[in-house]
């Protein structure tokens, strides 16, 4: 069983940046495809980017393109989300994804583990 942990959460305005972590208990880490979704208030949980165990190859939806960017550390257990240019749209609880499903086909019933969420909110 994998236990993954978000931190940096917290409120921004826009235009603003915030770097969110995920840690990852355990040792399977390294053999999971990783990724943040995320979950506005009234909305369904969406995806928002994955990276490949080796961190070779990286998916974002759309609207994140171009303004976030996902990270892996294998060697601390850690998971990366760098989000830029921050929009008001972008305001959710961010949750970090394991999964052995190819990153170019995740969607919520792809997720093996989840963690807790951490809460962004942009302020326009």
């Known amino acids: 069983q994998a236990q993954l942990v978000e931190s940096g959460g917290g409120l921004v305005q826009a235009g603003g940046s915030l770097s969110l972590s995920c840690v990852a208990s355990?040792?399977?880490?390294?053999?999971?495809?990783m990724g943040w979704f995320r979950q506005a208030p009234g909305k369904e949980r969406e995806f928002v980017a994955a990276i490949t165990q080796s961190a070779g190859m990286t998916s974002y939806s759309d609207s994140v393109k171009g303004r976030f960017t996902i990270s892996r550390d294998n060697a601390k257990n850690a998971l990366y989300l760098l989000t830029n240019s921050l929009k008001s749209e972008d305001t959710a609880v961010y949750y970090c994804?394991?999964?052995?499903?190819?990153?170019?086909?995740?969607?919520?019933?792809?997720?093996?583990?989840w963690g807790q969420g951490t809460r962004v909110t942009v302020s326009s």
């Open positions: 994804a394991a999964s052995t499903r190819p990153i170019n086909r995740w969607n919520v019933r792809s997720v093996d583990y």
């Open positions: 355990g040792s399977i880490f390294r053999l999971y495809n």
